[in-house]
Each structure stands twice: as structure tokens, then as C-alpha cells.
């Protein structure tokens, strides 16, 4: 019990130190730009609501990366050990962010999401698009390459703990011009290949693996640890539990073969 609480109190003073340093800075743009016409005032307002905003994302930034250890991937016993101690400080910080009623503001702001995400140690490339609503959990492991797209309300993972007694951290690694699917779910060790296509309400369990251009039709479901070939073509709806030969159409709860994929159908 001693690690939770631990960490709910780490929560509040971290949460009072942001939201503090945010409101007040937010506060004094306001003030100084305030004056006697309505459109001084109304401006005031949105210029302080932006420093707000700026400095809310600033402060999480710098208190992560002043008091967290860096993640690291690999497997570590629940309790005083430093890989759970960074995974519980990382969850802290997040949770602050994730939390909040801006949340989805700050990812309308381009560079203010980029600015977030870069500073919490995700490799994020500028031109990536993340939907609203979109969940990322140890972004620190997490690398999302050139034109790719993540759907609104997906949800990408790096942290498993099966037994409630070890704690299980691995990369998850999205490839360029990638299009993940709306509210498609992605777990530790994933690997997804450049031009690939998972389907909207797709799951990619622990470790699976797919190559370039490899596409999943929607909701999907695929086992842990299983190898998608590349150019590999799954329809809707299909439940995958073993490795998927390059150029393979599969369908079906289990998915089998029923042929080969159209070249329509393939991204490469």
C-alpha cells in the first residue's frame, strides 16, 4: 500500500504545482493586457487562456524530465525497484495531462501537442496526425514515423502487468505513412511496417508484428506475438492466432487462408 500512496501524493503536489504555475501566469498575461475597451478585455482573456495553456504543458515537460528516470524496457518486480518507480512517476505526469478538460484543446494546437509529446520523449514526427480523443500511455517508448495517421480514440501502450507482480515494458514502434483506425487498440511491443493499415477497432496484442504494408480490416483481432507478412491482407471481423505468410489473403474466427491478396488490396 505504501507505493499508491506514494504515488496519490505525488499526484496532488505535482497537480498543485502545474495548475498553480499555469494559473498564475495565465493570469498576469491577462491583467497586463487588460483595458478599458471591450476588445482589450476579450483579447486579454484569450492571450491569458493561451499562456495558460503553454505553461501547462511546460510545467509537466520540465517536472518530468527533472524528476522521472527514464523508462526502460524489459521486465521489473512490482514494488521499490526503479524501472516500476519511472513507470509510476510517467503515469503521474501523464495522468495529470490526461486528465484534465483541455486535454483534446492541447491537441488541437499543433504545436503545442508536438511541444507535449516531444518533451515527454515520444519520437514524434512533425507532420504525424493524432486524432482527438487519442490515448498514449509511456509515450517516452513510443515512435511514430513521417505521414503517419493514429485514429480518433486509439489507444497505444507500452506497460503489461499479467500476474499483479511483474511489471512488463516494451516499444511500441508505428512505421511511416501508417493509418491506424479510430479507436483501434495497440499493446506493448508492437511493431507496425511503413504503408501498413490496421482498420478502425482493431486489438494488436503484446508483440505482434506486422510488415510493410500489411493491412487489417476493421475490428480485427490479433494474438500475441503473431507476424503479419508483408503486403498480407486480413478481412473485418477476423480473429488471428498464428503467423500470416507476405501476400496472403486470411479471413474468418480463426482466420484462414482463402488465397492471395489482389494487388488492389496491397499497400506494396
Known sequence: MLLPTLFDGLYWLFFVLVYGASTASG?????????????????????????????????????K??????????????????????????????GIFIASPFHDQVHFLFWLRFLYYRGMGMKLHPSVVLGTGVVLRQ??????????????????????????????????????????GAHTSIGPGVSVGDG??????????????????????????????VRIGAGAVIARRSVVTCDIPAGERWEGPPAVRVGLASEREQRV
Open 196 to 225: 501498413a493499415v490496421v482498420g478502425y477497432r482493431c486489438t494488436l496484442s503484446m508483440g505482434v508484428s506486422m510488415e510493410p504494408g500489411a493491412v487489417l480490416g476493421a475490428e480485427v483481432f490479433v494474438k500475441s506475438n
Open 27 to 63: 493570469l498576469y498575461v491577462a491583467q497586463a493586457l487588460d483595458g478599458a475597451a471591450v476588445w482589450q478585455t476579450a483579447l486579454a482573456l484569450v492571450l491569458g487562456y493561451v499562456t495558460f495553456l503553454h505553461t501547462f504543458v511546460v510545467s509537466l515537460v520540465l517536472l
Open 139 to 180: 509515450v517516452e517508448l513510443i515512435r511514430v514515423g513521417k505521414g503517419s495517421v493514429v485514429g480518433i480514440g486509439a489507444s497505444l501502450s507500452c506497460h503489461v502487468n499479467v500476474d499483479g507482480k511483474t511489471h512488463h515494458q516494451a516499444a511500441v514502434d508505428i512505421g511511416e505513412r501508417v493509418l491506424i
Open 65 to 94: 524530465n527533472l524528476v522521472q528516470p527514464r523508462l526502460q524496457v524489459g521486465s521489473s518486480r512490482v514494488g521499490a525497484t526503479r524501472g516500476f518507480l519511472a513507470w509510476g512517476l510517467n503515469s503521474v505526469f501523464q
